[in-house]
Nanobody, 116 residues
Framework: QAQLVESGGGLVQAGGSLRLSCVVS????????MGWFRQAPGKEREFVAA????????YYADSVKGRFTISREYGKNTVYLQMNSLKPEDTAVYYC?????????WGPGTQVTISS
């Protein structure tokens, strides 16, 4: 049974930083591309960042490019999202996603709140 568990969310002031983590179990981590998505109150879930199964390629939404960095650590089956220069509009629930030939899995999310 695949399981994704996010952590690292919280409340920070604008301009601050947070690092989100997503620990993956129950699947072969190196066979999956990983992504981060977010959903703000009253809005649809949107793409934030993604990293390929080999970590050779990364992708970012224009709204976070230059501020957020996605990475993965194979020995810990973990994907990270380093978020710098945070803005109030980054406030959302952040979700981790694993996509591969054998399935598409989501974590339950972690709340990120940025105060102005």
């Amino acid at each position: 049974q695949a399981q994704l568990v996010e952590s690292g969310g919280g409340l920070v002031q604008a301009g601050g930083s947070l690092r989100l983590s997503c620990v993956v179990s129950g699947l072969t981590f190196s066979h999956y591309s990983m992504g981060w998505f977010r959903q703000a109150p009253g809005k649809e879930r949107e793409f934030v960042a993604a990293i390929g199964w080999s970590a050779a390629n990364t992708y970012y939404a224009d709204s976070v490019k230059g501020r957020f960095t996605i990475s993965r650590e194979y020995g810990k089956n973990t994907v990270y999202l380093q978020m710098n220069s945070l803005k109030p509009e980054d406030t959302a629930v952040y979700y981790c996603r694993a996509v591969g030939l054998r399935g598409d899995y989501w974590g339950p999310g972690t709340q990120v709140t940025i105060s102005s």
